[in-house]
């Protein structure tokens, strides 16, 4: 039986008095891969956003409601949001590099916990960048700028950045809208074997992706959680008709 | 139809005249400029202008070695620059990272309001003001002096460089700062690890047009720094500027085709270089800022 990692109770984000994500509990398993699905505006960027407080950073942004992380409620006042943010990290749309060099750019989470030791930096950063499956190919240069990668290659920068500093949970927005294919599957690849290690939560515009690696799906419409559940249950055997249409891509 | 077309004419003829005007205006300006300049050289080797130490053109004894005017200029631009950059960079960098949009729409007018004052109005505000204060802190300062104009003209620049520098910190792109939040990274952290080094081209380009604008003001060194072209980097002590110079010598008798006269043809064609070279410097780098996050 799977830990449950995060675990979500009646949530609601608001934009002042709009009403972005209405009313959504679910869980969030151990070493499993979770996708959010659904249409454009749906709120998934929001939901994404509450679970490492990322959302405490957007103006006039609200939340109601309890996200419990092993058991802690992450919004309680003795949470550290900077703590938090360390345990659960972030992958965004856009690859976001930092205008530094690549070791610079995986050491950034070390170096503001302040661990500087060179030989310990050396090593993590070429572990994270083997784990991101991006060693290989950047492995002779190091010390060259980060913008010069190319766009799948600067995301796998950017998960083995955020690699570096061991998160329990890997929050990703759609980290492969930017990519063609074949970066797109190279991101698969590493998502199937990251999740023995840690616990990802992916939000796709892709059915075909969502099908692929995760293990369990949520489909979210207007802000509410229309059906979550395993991969199976969503694509094969949905329960509600909505769930059904927006699956088989008769509205997007 | 047709008078709609002539019209058109009209239109495209009348702005076709106003850009010629302005090119010939700029080429009559470069021709006047290098022409006097020229006719200075004739007379005094190049060498002799660039490393000679001594600037006394209005006495019996003439010596054009420019490098006094030099470092009278280089003087005040940098006091000036240690009070307008780092100043400049902070409040750009408050107003930008943590001020409310209230108090930055609070703050905006106040330093355009620093902008818009007359440069007379600094002069004096040195000679008069300043530097009596200044005096009291350090006696031996001289009524003219380099220290007073250099800290009025740093105040003086402030709102360009808060607003070039504001400019290199805006540009950097949101997302680089989530990405550092996203590691745990806090306020601090983030402006001073991310925003500012990514912002780092932009700002020193700010810095370079800064220095470009310093050197070529005018009225406050004219007033306030005292007319004594001294090879020195003593702060204390009266200094004079390249512009300064050319005021002197616009505002005296110096009958025109005199050595005096082309003289001031020949130091402005040196400043024109200057901030020409550094003009392009800074556009080069807020280019390569501005490919790098395009
Ligand atoms: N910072 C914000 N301020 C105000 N409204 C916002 C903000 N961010 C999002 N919204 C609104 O909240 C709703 C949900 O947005 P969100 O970005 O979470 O959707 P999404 O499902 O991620 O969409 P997409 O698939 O296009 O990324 C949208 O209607 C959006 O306009
Ligand atoms: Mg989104």
Same mark, same amino acid.
């Given at each position: 039986?799977?830990?449950?990692?995060?675990?979500?109770?009646?949530?609601?984000?608001?934009?002042?008095?709009?009403? =972005?994500?209405?009313?959504?509990?679910?869980?969030?398993?151990?070493?499993?891969?979770?996708?959010?699905?659904?249409?454009?505006?749906?709120?998934?960027?929001?939901?994404?956003?509450?679970?490492?407080?990322?959302?405490?950073?957007?103006?006039?942004?609200?939340?109601?409601?309890?996200?419990?992380?092993?058991? =802690?409620?992450?919004?309680?006042?003795?949470?550290?949001?900077?703590?938090?943010?360390?345990?659960?990290?972030?992958?965004?749309?856009?690859?976001?590099?930092?205008?530094?060099?690549?070791?610079?750019?995986?050491?950034?989470?070390?170096?503001?916990?302040?661990?500087?030791?060179?030989?310990?930096?050396?090593?993590?950063?070429?572990?994270?960048?083997?784990?991101? =499956?991006?060693?290989?190919?950047?492995?002779?240069?190091?010390?060259?700028? =980060?913008?010069?990668?190319?766009?799948?290659?600067?995301?796998?920068?950017?998960?083995?950045?955020?690699?570096?500093?061991?998160?329990?949970?890997?929050?990703?927005?759609?980290?492969?809208?930017?990519?063609?294919?074949?970066?797109?599957?190279?991101?698969?690849?590493?998502?199937?074997?990251?999740?023995?290690?840690?616990?990802?939560?992916?939000?796709?515009?892709?059915?075909?992706?969502?099908?692929?690696?995760?293990?369990?799906?949520?489909?979210?419409?207007?802000?509410?959680?229309?059906?979550?559940?395993?991969?199976?249950?969503?694509?094969?055997?949905?329960?509600?008709?909505?769930?059904?249409?927006?699956?088989?891509?008769?509205?997007? | 139809?047709?008078?709609?077309?002539?019209?058109?004419?009209?239109?495209?003829? *009348?702005?076709?005249? !106003?850009?010629?005007?302005?090119?010939?205006?700029?080429?009559?300006?470069?021709?006047?400029?290098?022409?006097?300049?020229?006719?200075?050289?004739?007379?005094? $080797?190049?060498?002799?202008?660039?490393?000679?130490?001594?600037?006394?053109?209005?006495?019996?004894?003439?010596?054009?070695?420019?490098?006094?005017?030099?470092?009278?200029?280089?003087?005040?631009?940098?006091?000036?620059?240690? @009070?307008?950059?780092?100043?400049?960079?902070?409040?750009?960098?408050?107003?930008?990272?943590?001020?409310?949009?209230?108090?930055?729409?609070?703050?905006?007018?106040?330093?355009?309001?620093?902008?818009?004052?007359? *440069?007379?109005?600094?002069?004096?505000?040195?000679?008069?003001?300043?530097?009596?204060?200044?005096?009291?802190? @350090?006696?031996?300062?001289?009524?003219?002096?380099?220290?007073?104009?250099?800290?009025?003209?740093?105040?003086?620049?402030?709102?360009?460089?808060?607003?070039?520098?504001?400019?290199?910190?805006?540009?950097?792109?949101?997302?680089?700062?989530?990405?550092?939040?996203?590691?745990?990274?806090?306020?601090?952290?983030?402006?001073?690890?991310?925003?500012?080094?990514?912002?780092?081209?932009?700002?020193?380009?700010?810095?370079?047009?800064?220095?470009?604008?310093?050197?070529?003001?005018?009225?406050?060194?004219?007033?306030?720094?005292?007319?004594?072209?001294?090879?020195?980097?003593?702060?204390?002590? $009266?200094?004079?500027?390249?512009?300064?110079?050319?005021?002197?010598?616009?505002?005296?008798?110096?009958?025109?085709?005199?050595?005096?006269?082309?003289?001031?043809?020949?130091?402005?064609?040196?400043?024109?270089? !200057?901030?020409?070279?550094?003009?392009?410097?800074?556009?080069?780098?807020?280019?390569?800022?501005?490919?790098?996050?395009?």
């Amino acid at each position: 039986m799977k830990q449950i990692t995060l675990d979500i109770r009646s949530l609601h984000v608001y934009y002042d008095s709009f009403h =972005a994500v209405n009313n959504v509990s679910m869980t969030i398993l151990e070493h499993t891969i979770t996708s959010i699905i659904g249409p454009s505006g749906c709120g998934k960027s929001s939901f994404l956003r509450v679970m490492n407080r990322m959302n405490d950073l957007v103006p006039h942004a609200r939340i109601m409601g309890e996200v419990l992380f092993r058991g =802690a409620n992450i919004y309680a006042k003795d949470m550290c949001e900077i703590e938090l943010r360390r345990r659960i990290g972030m992958v965004f749309q856009k690859p976001n590099p930092f205008p530094f060099s690549i070791f610079d750019n995986v050491a950034f989470g070390l170096r503001i916990q302040k661990k500087h030791n060179k030989t310990f930096l050396r090593e993590r950063v070429e572990e994270s960048l083997r784990r991101a =499956a991006l060693w290989d190919e950047v492995y002779d240069r190091l010390h060259q700028s =980060a913008l010069e990668l190319s766009g799948g290659q600067q995301q796998r920068l950017c998960i083995a950045r955020a690699l570096a500093i061991y998160p329990d949970i890997l929050l990703m927005d759609e980290p492969c809208a930017s990519l063609d294919p074949k970066a797109t599957k190279r991101i698969e690849e590493l998502l199937e074997k990251l999740k023995e290690e840690i616990t990802i939560v992916i939000v796709t515009h892709n059915m075909q992706q969502a099908r692929r690696i995760s293990d369990y799906v949520a489909f979210f419409h207007t802000g509410e959680l229309v059906e979550w559940g395993t991969s199976e249950d969503i694509f094969d055997h949905p329960q509600k008709q909505l769930t059904k249409e927006y699956t088989q891509g008769l509205f997007g | 139809m047709s008078v709609s077309k002539s019209n058109e004419r009209l239109i495209q003829w *009348t702005f076709a005249l !106003c850009g010629a005007v302005s090119i010939f205006v700029t080429l009559g300006i470069f021709a006047v400029l290098f022409w006097e300049t020229f006719h200075f050289f004739q007379e005094v $080797p190049l060498g002799a202008f660039l490393f000679g130490t001594k600037w006394t053109p209005l006495f019996v004894q003439k010596q054009f070695g420019i490098l006094p005017l030099i470092s009278g200029t280089l003087l005040i631009a940098l006091i000036a620059m240690i @009070i307008a950059l780092p100043l400049g960079i902070s409040i750009a960098i408050f107003l930008r990272e943590y001020a409310s949009s209230h108090l930055r729409r609070t703050l905006k007018p106040i330093l355009e309001i620093l902008a818009g004052i007359p *440069t007379i109005v600094y002069g004096y505000f040195a000679l008069l003001t300043v530097t009596p204060f200044l005096q009291k802190v @350090i006696p031996e300062l001289a009524g003219f002096n380099a220290l007073s104009p250099g800290i009025v003209m740093g105040i003086m620049i402030l709102p360009l460089s808060v607003s070039l520098s504001d400019d290199a910190i805006h540009a950097v792109p949101e997302h680089l700062r989530m990405g550092a939040y996203a590691l745990g990274a806090k306020r601090l952290e983030v402006v001073f690890r991310v925003v500012l080094p990514a912002a780092m081209s932009g700002i020193v380009s700010a810095g370079i047009l800064s220095i470009s604008r310093a050197i070529g003001e005018t009225m406050l060194v004219t007033i306030a720094a005292g007319m004594r072209p001294l090879l020195t980097l003593n702060p204390l002590g $009266p200094v004079q500027t390249i512009t300064a110079y050319i005021v002197q010598v616009s505002l005296g008798d110096t009958p025109t085709g005199t050595l005096e006269y082309s003289s001031i043809f020949a130091v402005a064609t040196v400043l024109f270089l !200057c901030t020409f070279f550094l003009n392009t410097i800074a556009q080069r780098l807020r280019q390569s800022f501005q490919h790098m996050y395009a």
